[in-house]
């Protein structure tokens, strides 16, 4: 079976960093995704993972390895606009695109 | 603005009614997505279409209809739905269906309540 999971819920400080991890569990793997989710509004693209290793954007890294089943989210010098629910997403053997339930990221000043 | 909208946003429904939600991309790709999201629950994919054809349907009820009458609009059409379908009903666009970096752009959504 298909399997994609990520905390349910994380709390971090304005200014500091935090992980937000993915793991999963899958008969064919095409590539990882992040996306982010502000309350009442669309999921936004943040990344793309298809090869082991870090990709790096701005603020926001998303890291990946194959063999491990599993990525993560760093998002540093965090923002209150931050505050969002991140997706991990996977495209599987058939480019079905398989979604975790989100990790909603609470920041406090 | 992701280039996907969504009509209506808000939609309040009893359970013998009719509705239709709209989606239209001003993007140029071809494949579209209807996904319902539900609380604390995964993206729930519900139907694809690629180049106007129909790809994928998840195992939807026949109360749900989807309408592909051209590669930039999308319709699903309602009828005698639930309370349990209640849930924010999200579309979506890609260059195509699947392969490589084939990132979505999604609507803002309608929240539909079933009554």
């Known amino acids: 079976g298909q399997n994609i999971d990520q905390p349910t819920e994380m709390t971090a400080t304005e200014g500091a960093i935090v992980q937000i991890n993915c793991t999963y569990q899958?008969?064919?793997?095409?590539?990882l995704f992040w996306y982010q989710q502000h309350a009442g509004e669309a999921p936004t693209f943040l990344s793309y993972?298809?090869l082991d290793g870090l990709e790096e954007k701005g603020r926001f890294s998303s890291f990946l390895s194959r063999s491990k089943g599993y990525s993560y989210l760093l998002l540093k010098e965090l923002q209150m606009k931050d505050s969002a629910s991140y997706l991990c997403?996977?495209?599987?053997?058939?480019?079905?695109?398989?979604w975790g339930a989100g990790t909603k990221l609470i920041i406090k000043p | 603005e992701t280039g996907v909208t969504q009509t209506p946003r808000h939609l309040v429904m009893g359970m013998t009614n009719k509705k239709s939600l709209k989606c239209e991309q001003h993007?140029?790709?071809?494949?579209m997505y209807w996904y319902k999201q539900s609380a604390k629950k995964p993206l729930e994919l519900m139907f694809v279409?690629?180049?106007?054809?129909?790809?994928e349907n998840n195992s939807v009820p026949s109360r749900f209809s989807p309408e592909c009458p051209n590669s930039s609009h999308l319709f699903l059409h309602l009828h005698t739905l639930q309370p349990e379908d209640s849930a924010l009903y999200l579309c979506?666009?890609?260059?195509?269906?699947?392969?490589?970096?084939?990132?979505?752009?999604f609507g803002p959504g309608t929240r539909l309540t079933v009554t």
């Open positions: 979506a666009s890609s260059p195509d269906e699947g392969t490589g970096s084939n990132e979505q752009y």
């Open positions: 899958t008969s064919g793997f095409n590539g």
């Open positions: 993007l140029g790709h071809n494949a």
């Open positions: 993972n298809v």
């Open positions: 997403a996977l495209f599987d053997s058939n480019y079905q695109l398989i």
């Open positions: 279409y690629n180049f106007k054809e129909q790809t």
